[in-house]
C-alpha cells in the first residue's frame, strides 16, 4: 500500500511548502493569512445584480435525510442553518434537489414539487435568518438552488435498488448498476418532458426567493452524462451541438419563464476513465472503460483535456450564464479525482496517488478556465484536503486570479464557521478540521444519513453512529 504523510504531519509551512516540492505541484498558497476587510478573501464581487459579500462559498450536499416525499427534516434544517452561520456569502444550491421523482439519488433526496414549495422555500428564509443574527448584514448574501436529475445513479424508491435513466450505454458503469439492456435509456421524447420540468422548478425557484438555480452538469449524472453522450443517437447525442442541447433549452425556458433568475452550472471540467479497486485495494483504471465517453479527457482517458469544457463555457457565455462552480469526475467512479481524501470511502478504493495531486489538479484546471474566461464568476473546489493549510491556498488562489470563490464542502460539516474564523482572524479549531476520514460518503452508501460522525458532537451520539460503525466492519 502506498502512504502519504497525513496533512496534519505537516506542522509549519515550511513542511507544508517542502511536501509540495516533494510532489513537483505548483500549488500556491500565502504564509500569512489576512484577516479583517482588507482580506483578499473579505472582498466583495457583482454578479449581474447580484452582490457577494466575500469570497467563499457553501456547495451543495445532500444529506439523505429527507421525507419519502422529499421534503426536509429537521436535520436538513439544522444542515442549512450551518451554512448560514459559515460566513460564506455563496450558497451553491444549498443541496441537490431533484426536479422529479424518478431523478432522486435517493429516496430520501428533496424534491421541487409543488406539495413541497413552502418546506423548501423555508430552508432559505432559516438560512438567512441564521447568517442575519450571526453577521447581521444579508443584503450581500446570495443564495441559490442546485436543480438535477440524477440520470444513471438515480435510486428514488430503495436505497439498494438502482433504477437507472442513463443517457447512453457505457462498458464500463453499466454492470455496476445491472443495466444488460437499452430499457434504461431517456428517449428523446422523455427529455424534453425533462427539460420542461427543469423549467417549471425554476420558475418554482425564483418565487421562493432563491437568486440563481444551477442546472447541475456533474459528477455522472443525467447533465454530465449527456456532455459525453457521442454514442446517443438522436437530438441530444454525437455532435457538441446535440451534446448540450439539454442546457440550451433549459436556459431558453427559464429565461421566458423566470427571466429574473441567474442562472449558473456546477460542472465536473475533467474526468478520467472509470476506477475500480484493484486487487491490492488501490484504484485503477476499468479495463472495459472507453474513454470516448469521458468528458474532459485525453484520447486514453487519462489525463486532462480542456478542449470542450472550454466550449462549454464559451456557450454558458453565449447564453449569458454568469456563474460557473468547477468540479471533477464522480462520487461513483472516479472518487480520487472528485474529492481527495486520505481515507475512502467504504466502497472505495485506496488513493492511487497523493490526495494533494488531485487538489492541484483541480486548482489548475479551474485556473486555467478563470484565465480564459475572466468575466465569469468562478468558484473552485477541492479544497478541503488541504485541512489546516486550506485557508493559506484559498487567500493565494483569489489574489492571483485563479478563482473568484472558494468553495467548501465536506468541512463545513465539521467545522461550519470555517470561513467566519478566517475572515475574523481567530485560529482555527483543529479538531474541528475535516481529516477526510469519509464516514459523510460511507454513510449514504450504507443507505444512512449523512453527515460528520467522527467530528460533530451531534452526529457522534446519534444511533445511526453505532450502525455505521458495525457496518463498516462488515
Known amino acids: 500500500m502506498p502512504t502519504y504523510p497525513r496533512i496534519a504531519s ?17 500549488l500556491v498558497a500565502d504564509e500569512a493569512v489576512d484577516s479583517g476587510d482588507t482580506s483578499p478573501l473579505a472582498q466583495s464581487a457583482k454578479v449581474g445584480e447580484l ?26 434544517r439544522r444542515r442549512w442553518k450551518n451554512f448560514g ?37 423555508a430552508l432559505r428564509e432559516l438560512l438567512i435568518a441564521a447568517h442575519a443574527e450571526r453577521f447581521g448584514n444579508t443584503d450581500d448574501l446570495v443564495v441559490g438552488l442546485q436543480l438535477t436529475h440524477s440520470g444513471r445513479f438515480a435510486r428514488p424508491n430503495e436505497k439498494t435498488k438502482p433504477e437507472p435513466r442513463a443517457a447512453q450505454r457505457n462498458p464500463a458503469l453499466d454492470p455496476r448498476l445491472n443495466i444488460t439492456d437499452d430499457s434504461g435509456i431517456m428517449t428523446d421524447d422523455e427529455l424534453k418532458s425533462l427539460i420542461d420540468d427543469f423549467v417549471v422548478a425554476s420558475a418554482r425557484a425564483a418565487k421562493l426567493g432563491y437568486q440563481f438555480v444551477d442546472v ?18 438522436g437530438e441530444f447525442g454525437g455532435s ?8 440550451r433549452e433549459i436556459v431558453a425556458g427559464i429565461r421566458a419563464e423566470a427571466p429574473e433568475l441567474e442562472l449558473g452550472v456546477r460542472l465536473s471540467i475533467f474526468d478520467f476513465l472509470p476506477y475500480r479497486k484493484s486487487e491490492s485495494g488501490i484504484g485503477e483504471p476499468e ?56 481515507f475512502p470511502p ?3 478504493y485506496q488513493p492511487p496517488e497523493d490526495p494533494l495531486i488531485g487538489v492541484d489538479r483541480q486548482i489548475a484546471a479551474t485556473a486555467e478556465l478563470k484565465k480564459r474566461f475572466p ?8 479544497y478541503t484536503y488541504l485541512q489546516d493549510w486550506l485557508p493559506n491556498v484559498a487567500q493565494a488562489v483569489v489574489l492571483n486570479g485563479l478563482a473568484d470563490s472558494i468553495g467548501l464542502g465536506r468541512m463545513v460539516l465539521s467545522y461550519p464557521d470555517l470561513p467566519a474564523d478566517v475572515l475574523e482572524g481567530n485560529q482555527l479549531a483543529r479538531k474541528k478540521v475535516c481529516r477526510t476520514f469519509s464516514d459523510c460518503t460511507t454513510a449514504p452508501r450504507k443507505g444512512i444519513i449523512s453527515g460528520c460522525y467522527p467530528l460533530d458532537p451531534y452526529y457522534k451520539n446519534l444511533p445511526e453512529r453505532k450502525e455505521l460503525l458495525a457496518l463498516k466492519k462488515q
Open 240 to 247: 457538441f451541438e446535440n451534446r448540450t442541447r439539454f442546457l
Open 287 to 342: 479495463p472495459a472503460g472507453d474513454p470516448r465517453l469521458v468528458f474532459g479527457s485525453n484520447s486514453r482517458g487519462d489525463g486532462v483535456e480542456l478542449t470542450e469544457p472550454i466550449q462549454f463555457l464559451e456557450l454558458m457565455q453565449s447564453l449569458g450564464m454568469k456563474l460557473i462552480c468547477t468540479t471533477a469526475g464522480s462520487p461513483y467512479y472516479t472518487p480520487h479525482l472528485q474529492r481527495p481524501a486520505f
Open 216 to 233: 447541475k452538469h456533474c459528477h455522472g449524472y443525467l447533465g454530465h452524462e449527456l456532455l459525453s453522450g457521442v454514442d446517443r443517437p
Open 10 to 26: 505537516l506542522k509549519t509551512f515550511d513542511d507544508f511548502q517542502d511536501r509540495l516540492r516533494e510532489l513537483d505541484l505548483q
Open 85 to 121: 452561520i459559515s460566513g460564506a456569502k455563496l450558497m451553491w444550491g444549498g443541496e441537490a434537489v431533484a426536479v422529479r421523482h424518478d431523478g432522486r439519488a435517493n429516496p430520501n433526496q428533496l424534491c421541487l414539487t409543488e406539495n413541497n414549495l413552502s418546506e423548501i422555500g
Open 51 to 76: 452582490t457577494i459579500g466575500n469570497r467563499f462559498c457553501i456547495l451543495p450536499m445532500e444529506g439523505w435525510d429527507g421525507t419519502a416525499d422529499g421534503k426536509p427534516t429537521d436535520l436538513t
Open 375 to 382: 468575466e465569469m464568476f468562478v468558484v473552485g473546489s477541492g
Open 346 to 348: 467504504s466502497d472505495g
